[in-house]
């Protein structure tokens, strides 16, 4: 026993002497305690921008919207995604690399005492705004998400909010957002990927933000709808190209390349996806001038693949990743076509006043100078019958509803969240599995497992967790 004791003590006085803190050994004097908050935006931002960019497995939208459509793996164009649980990608992307990183930089700004109280204010909103930006990503994704509970790591089973009060509450928070960035002054600087700290730019996409959430929630809440659509376009959304939120991707072999270049130059030559049918008809029918824009000319005359059929990559028209693959394509987050044509649509709801043919032909000419056209081809594509504002088919949910689903080709998530708001235009059946375009994605497969109670409660409050329960304001 008192050899114990001596070992004890001798143990004591070693250590004592040797350091007064033993935990320094865990640090590793190689990696940063702190990360700046610039940094964690910077991060936010990428991750965001890459993850709406890629056409990785998760990313199933430009086949949904049936822009585009699979040779060889066709599980995707025929809605068969249990094996690829897209939404965890997206959940894994939006909390932990987002949500996180930005309450993390929150914290650190709230904290800083040197900052001034305008450019505190300034990086605040910014950070405002890209949160409410994903938040509303994730409803349209899946509809009832966690959200007052989210990315807290002390809760590991948050609650899922409802989306409806998921809207109502976002709309409050990036109505404060543009407030606090209406005094102009500084941000980020240029650790702000996507605006260099341009604070009257961010100003502009808050307001933009705002006005979609007020169009999306048109037919289920007029009321709160229209009066976050006229506030949204009084303080000032989007007026031009020069205003669209994109991630600058760079040529130099780094991880900065646009993803979809990664995937298919970097990574191996790929040869899963071609036009899609119904896309490519489309524009064909219209004398489009984004036609070789969007598509590749290796077919002559153009042959679009059937959405969900078993193609070949030989056989039909491949898609133009001369442009949308390259490094240096730019991804884009929002922009001025899709605000011109919510407009469009505000004029015809009487939420704003103004002309709806102008705001439509806004939008037209908006993506088709995106993608290098001349002033000649818009004005020769508006002056068709068939795309003219005043004489194409339909009411006005058809027409804005197919011109603003061809300007989003390459935002299929976006253009497939419209297609299911507006209903146009007509989609096709799958080819394989005769499915309709899913109304929404189901939940990641594991939050059955892991957060099962909530999992429940979320499943049953919206209808049950499947591909074909429309979210809340899907109501045609």
């Known amino acids: ?158 609650k899922y909010d409802d989306a409806a009060t998921i809207y109502t509450d976002l709309i409050s928070r990036i109505s404060a957002a543009q407030a606090a960035l209406a005094n102009g002054g500084e941000s980020f600087g240029s650790n702000d990927i996507f605006y260099s700290g341009d604070v009257t730019a961010w100003r502009k996409l808050a307001n933009s933000v705002k006005l979609r959430l007020g ?33 600058r991707y760079e040529s130099s072999p780094t991880a900065n390349n646009n993803p979809i270049y990664n995937l298919f130059e970097t990574e191996n030559r790929r040869e899963d996806y071609i036009a899609g049918k119904t896309s490519l008809d489309k524009l064909v029918a219209l004398n489009d001038p984004r036609l070789d824009d969007y598509f590749a000319d290796n077919k002559d005359p153009y042959i ?33 076509a899709e605000v011109a044509f919510f407009q469009a649509e505000a004029v015809e709801r009487g939420f704003i006043s103004g002309d709806a043919e102008a705001y439509y032909n806004a939008g037209i000419a908006a993506s088709i100078a995106y993608y290098g056209g001349t002033q000649d081809e818009i004005d020769t594509y508006l002056a068709q019958p068939e795309v003219a504002y005043a004489t194409a088919t339909g009411d006005y949910k058809q027409k804005i509803g197919t011109q603003k689903w061809i300007a989003l080709f390459n935002r299929g998530f976006e253009a497939w969240t419209e297609y299911r708001r507006l209903d146009w235009p007509e989609l096709v059946l799958s080819n394989q599995t005769q499915q309709e375009v899913p109304l929404r994605m189901i939940y990641p497969v594991k939050e059955s497992a892991v957060n099962g109670e909530n999992y429940d409660a979320a499943s049953s409050a919206i209808g049950g967790d499947q591909l074909t329960t429309p979210l809340f304001w899907d109501v045609n």
């Not at 939208?61 to 793996?73: D, V």
């Not at 690399?97 to 914290?107: E, F, P, R, T």
């Not at 809440?221 to 229209?226: F, K, R, V």
């Not at 078993?310 to 730019?330: C, E, K, M, Q, R």
Request: glycine residues 6%; contains cysteine.
């Open 1 to 158: 026993m008192k050899n114990i004791y001596l070992i004890l003590a001798t143990a004591g006085i070693l250590l004592s002497s040797c350091t007064e803190d033993i935990t320094d050994y865990n640090n590793d004097p190689k990696l940063p305690t702190a990360v700046p908050p610039q940094t964690l935006v910077a991060n936010a931002e990428k991750n965001l921008a890459d993850r709406i960019t890629t056409i990785s497995g998760s990313n199933v939208f430009r086949l949904w919207a049936q822009h585009w459509a699979q040779a060889t793996y066709i599980d995707e164009s025929n809605y068969l995604i249990i094996g690829r649980d897209p939404s965890q990608a997206y959940w894994t992307t939006y909390y932990n690399n987002v949500i996180n990183d930005l309450n993390s930089a929150q914290a650190l700004i709230e904290e800083d005492e040197i900052l001034d109280a305008v450019t505190r204010g300034n990086q605040l909103a910014i950070i405002e705004t890209i949160k409410v930006y994903t938040f509303q990503h994730l409803v349209d994704l899946n509809g009832d998400v966690p959200y007052s509970e989210a990315a807290d790591i002390n809760n590991l089973f948050p």
């Open 215 to 247: 169009m999306r929630i048109a037919d289920v809440n007029p009321t709160l709808a229209s009066t976050t659509v006229k506030e949204a376009v009084d303080a000032g959304v989007f007026t031009s190209n020069d205003d669209n939120t994109i991630i």
């Open 304 to 336: 679009g693949g059937p959405i969900g059929g078993n193609n070949s990559y030989a056989n039909f028209t491949h898609l133009n990743f001369d442009i949308v693959g390259d490094p240096t394509y730019p991804g884009s987050i929002m922009d001025y």
